[in-house]
């Protein structure tokens, strides 16, 4: 049998416990850290097209805002649950902190099956949720944005009912929006921006050089294909492997991403393609190059190939991708994991430009966006390679001592108060 698995809140506990011990955090502060601030329950009655009435379970946890108004993502996912919503709205807390952002962390979910609801039954949930949940948010209070699931039209239906209920038009209350409601350019591939910048700021501090360094990536979806793109057309990096749900290819001299793409669009797989080695998901993670960029699921780097793994750098695109046994054995084989608050926090970078836009009513190009989105990644990426070497631990540790040592100094000038 194996042993019980941690629930996700107990995980986040255990990786805030591990970094408050490298800091000697006070048992005040572990105990301010340790609860959500507030958490949001609501019953959520929607006419469903069949005419009967289907009452939903959402959540809105905001754990903590010592730094600026919360900020985090809402769900749609059958298997949301008040324990998932409470963890990733501490993780948000950790990650807007290693980024340095004016924000806090909170996150959102309604459990339902977002597969199953047609357009009309989306809207209404969405627009009953927003209602449920407008004395909470705002742009100076609580700045929701899109996660699994829920997509820019989500988003703008969300400022559609807060605008009509504030009176005015609201658009800084919400990110990820279409660009002709308020979003920003350079948002949809941010993510994946982010994810190549990590790699070659970790290729510089390792003397790598990023002209033809071979990488694998893992998931051809919205971050994997889009990090594909950057790092080959921008960076000149050789994209050897990459795979999805059906399998993987490979080609020593590198990939075509262009032709990639086009046979994805077209046949829905990448495995397709002519003139290519087909391998396994599986073996993907394990090829002898110099990056890893796993951006599929969570938890496929295990104890079990861990030590197989050959790339120098691995960049988590992917929220969880790597196990704590998994990164244990990486640690001491000398290979670097750039953590996925780290590694992915492009996106909710380039929701804080949008955020910043919105309040301003002015509008940046897509190169300026991305001009900042370098800088502030760049200099988060330097600030946890400082920290990992100064207290000779993991980046995964290092990011989350980092970001517990900036939420807690905020904690402590501010004071408890009465
Ligand atoms: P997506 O749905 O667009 O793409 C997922 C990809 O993974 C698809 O190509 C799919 O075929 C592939 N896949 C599914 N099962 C697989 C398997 N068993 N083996 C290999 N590939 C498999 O999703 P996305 O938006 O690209 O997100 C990917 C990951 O990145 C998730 O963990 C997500 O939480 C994380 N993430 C995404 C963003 C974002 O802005 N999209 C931001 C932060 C983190």
Same mark, same amino acid.
């Given at each position: 049998?194996?042993e019980?698995k941690?629930n996700?809140?107990?995980?986040?506990l255990?990786?805030?416990?591990?970094?408050?011990d490298?800091?000697?955090?006070?048992?005040?502060?572990?105990?301010?850290?340790s609860v959500p601030?507030r958490?949001?329950?609501? #019953?959520?009655?929607?006419?469903?097209?069949?005419?009967?009435?289907?009452?939903?379970?959402?959540?809105?946890?905001q754990h903590?805002?010592?730094? $600026?108004?919360?900020k985090?993502g809402?769900?749609?996912h059958?298997?949301?649950?008040?324990?998932?919503?409470?963890?990733?709205?501490?993780?948000?807390?950790?990650k807007?902190?290693?980024?340095d952002?004016?924000?806090?962390?909170?996150?959102g979910?309604?459990?339902?099956d977002?597969?199953?609801?047609s &357009?009309?039954e989306?809207?209404r949930l969405?627009r009953?949720?927003?209602? !449920?949940?407008?004395?909470? +948010?705002?742009?100076?209070?609580d700045?929701p944005?899109?996660?699994?699931?829920?997509?820019p039209?989500?988003?703008?239906w969300?400022?559609d009912?807060?605008? #009509?209920?504030a009176g005015?038009?609201?658009?800084?209350?919400?990110t990820?929006?279409?660009?002709?409601?308020?979003?920003s350019?350079?948002r949809?591939n941010?993510t994946?921006?982010?994810?190549?910048?990590?790699?070659?700021?970790?290729?510089?501090r390792?003397? &790598?050089?990023?002209?033809?360094a071979?990488?694998?990536?893992?998931?051809?979806?919205?971050v $994997?294909?889009?990090? !594909? &793109? +950057?790092?080959?057309?921008?960076?000149? /990096?050789?994209?050897?492997?990459?795979?999805?749900?059906k399998?993987?290819?490979?080609?020593k001299?590198?990939l075509?991403v262009?032709s990639?793409l086009?046979e994805?669009?077209?046949?829905?797989?990448?495995?397709?393609?002519?003139?290519?080695?087909?391998?396994?998901?599986?073996e993907?993670?394990?090829?002898?190059?110099?990056v890893?960029?796993?951006?599929?699921?969570?938890e496929? +780097?295990?104890e079990? *190939?861990?030590?197989k793994?050959? #790339?120098?750098?691995?960049?988590?695109?992917?929220n969880?991708?790597t196990?704590?046994?998994?990164?244990?054995?990486?640690?001491k084989?000398?290979?670097l994991?750039?953590?996925?608050?780290?590694?992915?926090?492009?996106?909710?970078?380039v929701?804080?430009?949008?955020?910043?836009?919105?309040?301003?009513r002015?509008?940046?190009? @897509?190169? @300026?966006?991305? %001009? /900042?989105?370098?800088? %502030?990644?760049?200099k988060?990426? *330097?600030?946890?390679?400082d920290? /990992?070497?100064?207290?000779? +631990?993991?980046?995964?540790?290092?990011?989350? =001592?980092?970001?517990?040592?900036?939420?807690?100094?905020?904690? =402590?000038?501010?004071?408890?108060?009465?």
């Amino acid at each position: 049998m194996s042993e019980k698995k941690q629930n996700p809140w107990e995980m986040a506990l255990s990786q805030f416990k591990k970094a408050a011990d490298v800091i000697n955090l006070s048992d005040d502060l572990r105990a301010v850290l340790s609860v959500p601030q507030r958490e949001i329950h609501v #019953a959520l009655p929607v006419k469903m097209d069949n005419g009967k009435v289907k009452v939903f379970t959402g959540y809105r946890v905001q754990h903590n805002n010592a730094r $600026g108004p919360y900020k985090g993502g809402i769900r749609y996912h059958p298997n949301v649950s008040i324990e998932e919503v409470k963890a990733l709205s501490m993780w948000m807390t950790w990650k807007t902190a290693v980024l340095d952002l004016p924000l806090g962390g909170a996150k959102g979910g309604i459990i339902c099956d977002p597969k199953n609801l047609s &357009i009309g039954e989306n809207e209404r949930l969405t627009r009953r949720y927003a209602y !449920a949940i407008s004395k909470f +948010i705002g742009p100076y209070e609580d700045v929701p944005a899109p996660d699994v699931y829920t997509t820019p039209q989500h988003m703008a239906w969300i400022m559609d009912v807060y605008s #009509a209920l504030a009176g005015h038009y609201e658009p800084g209350v919400i990110t990820g929006k279409p660009i002709e409601s308020g979003g920003s350019l350079g948002r949809s591939n941010s993510t994946s921006r982010g994810v190549a910048i990590t790699v070659a700021e970790a290729a510089k501090r390792m003397n &790598i050089k990023l002209k033809d360094a071979s990488v694998a990536i893992q998931g051809f979806g919205n971050v $994997g294909s889009n990090a !594909a &793109i +950057i790092m080959a057309q921008e960076y000149g /990096m050789k994209i050897v492997a990459v795979s999805d749900s059906k399998g993987g290819i490979y080609k020593k001299e590198g990939l075509n991403v262009g032709s990639v793409l086009k046979e994805k669009e077209k046949s829905g797989t990448v495995t397709t393609l002519n003139g290519v080695e087909k391998i396994s998901n599986e073996e993907v993670l394990t090829l002898d190059v110099d990056v890893l960029v796993p951006a599929a699921l969570e938890e496929v +780097i295990t104890e079990k *190939n861990a030590s197989k793994i050959k #790339a120098k750098i691995i960049s988590e695109g992917a929220n969880g991708p790597t196990t704590p046994e998994a990164d244990e054995i990486l640690f001491k084989k000398g290979s670097l994991v750039i953590p996925d608050i780290l590694a992915n926090s492009g996106g909710v970078t380039v929701s804080y430009f949008e955020w910043v836009q919105d309040l301003q009513r002015l509008w940046w190009s @897509e190169e @300026e966006v991305n %001009r /900042m989105l370098t800088e %502030r990644m760049t200099k988060s990426f *330097n600030d946890v390679y400082d920290a /990992m070497k100064k207290y000779k +631990i993991d980046m995964r540790t290092a990011a989350l =001592t980092l970001a517990v040592k900036r939420v807690s100094d905020a904690v =402590t000038a501010r004071g408890i108060w009465p």
